[in-house]
């Protein structure tokens, strides 16, 4: 999974792991940062000429978590699909920086909701720590959103990696069958087995649902050229077969998400 979809995911985590009395400190230390400079949380206001300011609210997520757990605040994820207008695919863009849906943190506490979304810009091409990006957490809204409920997510992710497993194997194409069937053995052993890049995605306290997430992260292939987006069959009913279960995979992925990590908070 790409940069700011897992930090959205462990600042949500982290957040709630806070609330419940878990330590958390050095965030900029967690593998979702590590080749962050700098993380902000800020909101735009308009001024008297018209133009918009930006008022930094907290210059590290450190004290972000620390000021808004002093209000008892816990988090949610929500994801919004996007339709672009060149007809490209949501999956094809999901790989990079600024692809695909739309991801929200969502802070609640007595005061309300706020709706934070991640702007991620280089400033340092030549961090000696390859710490080259600046996050900003911008304020866009303060309405509380909710991803409709599915019971059978798991199920679902299931069978979509299932299928795409079964379409690259027939095809002879091991480059991408070891991530299905990673992902697929995860799940299978309950998260005895894990191969996801992100150790330190999920805090102590949500083990519960580490195995899930790091089945996510072994079964997200959707990124630029060289992966699982960048093939091609010119034979058109295998190539649309490859698309149906390329879109089933993707929108399973972002229910597996967004459920296993709000359902910390039931």
């Known amino acids: 999974m790409n940069g700011p979809i897992v930090q959205n995911i462990a600042l949500c ?3 709630n792991a806070f609330l419940n009395g878990e330590t958390v400190s050095d965030f900029l230390n967690n593998s979702t940062a590590h080749f962050c400079k700098t993380i902000e949380f800020s909101y735009f206001t308009k001024n008297f000429l018209g133009k918009y300011d930006e008022k930094i609210l907290y210059n590290n997520p450190d004290i972000f978590l620390k000021e808004m ?3 008892q605040t816990h ?3 929500y994801y919004e699909p996007v339709k672009h207008d060149n007809g490209l695919e949501e999956r094809m863009s999901a790989g990079f ?11 609640t506490n007595k005061t309300g909701t706020i709706n ?8 340092d091409q030549n961090n000696p720590d390859n710490r080259i990006w600046g996050v900003k957490y911008i304020q866009t809204g303060n309405k509380f959103l909710s991803n409709e409920k599915d019971e059978n997510y798991l199920d679902k992710f299931y069978n979509a990696l299932d299928a795409i ?10 480059a991408f069958a070891d991530n299905f069937k990673n ?7 309950h998260g005895e087995k894990l191969f996801g890049y992100h150790k330190d995605l999920v805090p102590d ?3 519960k649902i580490e195995y899930i997430l790091d089945a996510c992260q072994s079964a997200w292939v959707f990124g630029g050229m060289g992966t699982w987006n960048d093939v091609y069959f010119e034979d058109d009913s295998i190539f649309e077969e490859y698309k149906t279960v390329s879109d089933n995979l993707y929108s399973s992925l972002i229910i597996a998400v967004i459920q296993s990590v709000n359902s910390v908070q039931e």
């Open 13 to 15: 985590l982290y957040g």
């Open 69 to 71: 757990n002093s209000l």
């Open 75 to 77: 988090y949610n994820l």
């Open 97 to 107: 920086i600024g692809g695909g849906g739309k991801w929200l943190l969502l802070s």
């Open 116 to 123: 934070w979304s991640s702007l991620w810009n280089v400033i």
């Open 165 to 174: 497993y079964n379409f690259t194997v027939s095809k002879n194409d091991s």
């Open 183 to 189: 992902a697929m053995t995860t799940l299978d052993s």
């Open 205 to 207: 306290c949500y083990k």
